[in-house]
């Protein structure tokens, strides 16, 4: 395969607080192709914005420490100079929020900010810019661009402000865009609207997308590979499909388990994860997810797990002490509707005490 | 005893725009419930979904009395309570609860979990022995599986989930017939997310609760609720048992709803219809006239859906829809069985 847009390595991303060492970020790898879209999926705490905004050189706070490598298209990003890092954010790597209203200035025509963003990287007179500001308005699918481009944002609605966003972001297209929570403000039918949008533009662009998200139904259906992640870690990765179909992580499952989901039966069960994320200030030893794992056993205390590839697993990797056998009969015992107690039951009693 | 515990029977609330200071010129309304009629039918869970300005909150408060409605009739256990008032009123809030959606700002941070849980004791002049008290507030923490012990502890110390379950507490704590739970698990984190769910399921089972659940989110509101009322710009366009509505979604609306909730399912997701509506949900302040959704619709024939207003009706299937031209079995929004 040719060489990753993307490649970040053994990531860590820790801050010092007066309360101790928050590992926002702790070794985080993953690679992302040309074209390609990953989608991060974790609950809040879990650490999926830091990689990203340490990507683009958002996380540099004075208590900050940052070690590993990102490589963006041959240059180490973590290396770069202030001035080189704002030659990239927002002309190679764009970022959207979840929230447009506080992205965008209140006080300036929407028109003047996206011409703002495209003279911050390329030196073309006014008038071109206001051009390239309607084609880009017209792109993202708002309805008289013409008048808009002299609006303000109070007077858009939130999905119309979320696609001035996505307009601003693709102003110098860019190479990467990340998405974190692009859709969590909007009601459900602009979300489809917003995510429908962001499929066409990176098949019109080709463009890489980074979507980070809570919910696992905008993964499943936007993403070409997924990470897990876990306080602060990467717990699971792979292609959507296999992630969905044969997941390896007891943490995957328990997300699947605990969503109610659309196409399920009536009166079907969800099956909660007990507890609650630990703080990324004082985090288990061992495997982190332990103290909720259903399937723990006792040396997984004791051990940090590492992201391992699944045997066959063809890009799909699991950090997890169990055997992969013993996870794939954990897993078909699941699926065939057993609760995790009675798939613990069944199938950790045939293994040796420590299995 | 009468099958249903709530009637409502058209209910309207306009909220009224003003301009100006001093003589407050009003200058028109926020149309936030406009002619709303339904039942709720004793021990069941009923849904009401639908998107931001839909009117489902105020929906909600209308029929606690927390607002007061413009016009229409809310009757509750076979008495009109529209315009009930004082301790008459006082004494109906014992029989309905709400839960709220943010467990951190529902929760005073200045009291104790023990005095919060123990507010409607007191209100209600219950157990007013020292010792009675405490022993009903643990009894109702171990209900709603929070450690007894933390009765001192404060609002800070609790985590999302923890404080959503003191809610809970709070409301179940005067046995009330009906809860009103308005977006109570939106806030909180997926795995946090199931076990309320799962806690509200158990609390109606064991207490012969009436719940009345709304939310946004398709998905929890089919998980959780026996019947569903869909609601756009103030108005129900449908009402359905919740499989009649996922299986055979009669308004385009309620089918364009529930293809865009996206599915945890690459290979359902990549099988399904999908049908995304142009535009937003236009302001409840001047909502467009005849049918409000046919700004909207796919479907919408001009000179039919935007004159002439639907009415609520019966469906093939059982539900009711308010649709001109509702969708036909084959129209729906197929979602692949599983």
Partial sequence: MSEPLLRVQDLRVHFDTEDGVVKAADGLSYELQRGQVLGIVGESGSGKSVSSLTIMGLSRAENARISGSVVFDGRDMLSLAAEQMRAVRGNEIAMIFQDPLSSLHPFYRVGDQLVEAIHAHHDVPRGAALDRALELLEMVGIPEPKRRVRAYPHEFSGGMRQRVMIAMALANEPKLLIADEPTTALDVTVQAQILDLIRRLKDELGMAVIIITHDLGIVAEMADEIAVMYAGRIVERGPTERIFAAPEHPYTWGLLGSIPRLDAPAGSELVPIPGRPPSLIDLPGGCSFHPRCPYVQPRHREQQPLLEPVPGGRGHAVACLLEHETRARLWRSLQRGAVPEQARASVLAEDAPDG | ?338
């Fill in chain 2, 1 to 338: 005893m009468a099958e249903n515990l709530v009637e409502v029977r058209d209910l309207v609330k306009h909220f009224p725009l003003t301009q100006g200071v001093v003589l407050r010129r009003r200058i028109g309304a926020v149309h936030a419930v406009d002619g709303v009629s339904f039942d709720v039918r004793r021990g069941e869970t009923l849904g009401i979904v639908g998107e931001t300005g839909c009117g489902k909150s105020t929906t909600a408060r209308l029929m606690l009395r927390l607002l007061d409605p413009t016009s229409g009739t809310i009757g509750f256990d076979g008495e009109d309570i529209t315009s009930a008032a004082g301790a008459r009123m006082k004494a109906l809030r014992r029989e309905m609860q709400m839960i709220f959606q943010d467990p951190y700002s529902s929760l005073n941070p200045r009291q104790s979990v023990g005095s919060i849980i123990a507010e409607p004791f007191a209100i209600h002049r219950l157990h007013s022995g020292e010792g009675e008290r405490r022993r009903a507030v643990q009894e109702l923490m171990e209900q709603v599986g929070l450690n007894p012990e933390h009765f001192n502890r404060y609002p800070h110390e609790f985590s999302g989930g923890q404080r959503q379950r003191i809610g809970v507490a709070r409301a179940i704590a005067l046995r009330p017939k009906l809860i009103v739970a308005d977006e109570p698990v939106s806030a909180l984190d997926v795995s946090i997310q199931a076990q309320i769910l799962n806690l509200l399921r158990a609390l109606q089972r064991d207490l012969g609760l009436t719940i009345v659940f709304i939310a946004h989110d398709l998905s929890v509101v089919r998980h959780m609720c026996d019947r569903i009322l869909v609601m756009y710009l103030g108005k129900i366009v449908e009402s359905a048992s919740s499989d009649e509505l996922y299986h055979h979604a009669r308004h385009p609306y309620s089918g364009a709803l529930l293809s865009a909730v996206p599915l945890a399912d690459p290979r359902a997701a990549a099988a399904r219809r999908r049908q995304i509506l142009s535009g937003d949900v236009p302001s409840p302040t001047d909502p467009p006239p005849a049918c409000r959704f046919h700004t909207r619709c796919p479907r919408a024939v001009t000179g039919r859906c935007d004159v002439d207003e639907p009415l609520l009706g019966p469906k093939p299937g059982g539900g009711l829809a308010a649709c001109h031209f509702p969708l036909e079995d084959d129209a729906r929004t197929a979602l692949p069985a599983r």
